[in-house]
């Protein structure tokens, strides 16, 4: 009788993948590492394994990550919502909504910037420091923005998020386009 993989499965199991990966590790390195057995490990991967609590810890603490970055959710590293879109939650005093586009992560800064763009040249930005993530959304007219290999085509109150730490660009589409920059380090 085949199991089916459960939710926290299959997190656990995408995350550690990815983790590993980003580190660079083997599955053996990483068995060594946190002192897992290597069938352990392969079985937690496949999603077939059941990976107990001090499992998880010795996992996240041999890759260097935290608890953590096994059990939530991975974000997409880019993310759109459509002016309308979105999670709102609407007041009870008034005709006001709120729409939550992004959380800020414990200790992290941010910066906000209100820019106006003409149409004719492509604002090209290089990579900036490891981890910054940019938020923008177009206050005003319409714009390709996002990473270099695959902009995305924003119109007023659109919202994107991608990571700064790549090569991105920004191209209003309109005379006047208005956008609201936020970048997180």
Known sequence: ???R??????LISRSLQRERTKKG???NELSKLAKVAKSTLS???AGSGNPSIETVWALSTALNVPFSALMAPHEPEVQVI????GLAIQSDQADYKAVLLSSCPPSARRDLYLTTV???EVRHSKPHSDGVREHVVIAQGRAMVGLVDDPVELLQGDYIC???DQAHVFEALEPDTMAIFLTEH
Request: glycine share 12%; charged share 20%.
């Open 43 to 45: 079985q937690i991967e």
């Open 1 to 3: 009788m085949t199991q």
């Open 25 to 27: 590790y083997s599955i």
């Open 162 to 164: 991608y990571p700064g």
């Open 118 to 120: 003409q149409p004719g």
């Open 82 to 85: 459509r002016n309308g879109e």
């Open 5 to 10: 993989m459960s939710d926290a499965q299959r």
